[in-house]
């Protein structure tokens, strides 16, 4: 399995941006896409984004589109994630995750240890 782990979460004011990072370790494959869930207390584990190992395809939750942007601009083991135009609605633990690809948490069988997002209104 591949190891993950998250960084960049923080406090931001509505309307700010802040950027995530997610660095993978261990045994890769070149085809587990990496993804991004968020998850509030007492909610269901929620998709974000996604993208295959290349980066060449990338998936979006509505609820994100047009203000987060998913990339693997570099090394293939970083993935990033810039939120821009942030909402207090966005304010979640966020993790990344390795696996199969879709929107579905079951397909994904590598979790990082989740880092925290608040925004501020």
């Known amino acids: 399995q591949v190891q993950l782990v998250e960084s960049g979460g923080g406090v931001v004011q509505a309307g700010g941006s802040l950027r995530l990072s997610c660095a993978a370790s261990?045994?890769?494959?070149?085809?587990?896409?990496m993804g991004w869930f968020r998850q509030a207390p007492g909610k269901e584990r929620e998709f974000v984004a996604a993208t295959n190992w290349s980066g060449s395809t990338i998936l979006y939750a509505d609820s994100v589109k047009g203000r987060f942007t998913l990339s693997r601009v570099n090394a293939k083991t970083t993935v990033y994630l810039q939120m821009n135009s942030l909402k207090p609605e966005d304010t979640a633990v966020y993790y990344c995750?390795?696996?199969?690809?879709?929107?579905?948490?079951?397909?994904?069988?590598?979790w990082g240890r989740g880092t925290q997002v608040t925004v501020s209104s």
């Open positions: 261990g045994r890769t494959f070149r085809s587990y896409t």
């Open positions: 995750a390795a696996g199969f690809g879709g929107s579905s948490p079951a397909r994904y069988d590598s």
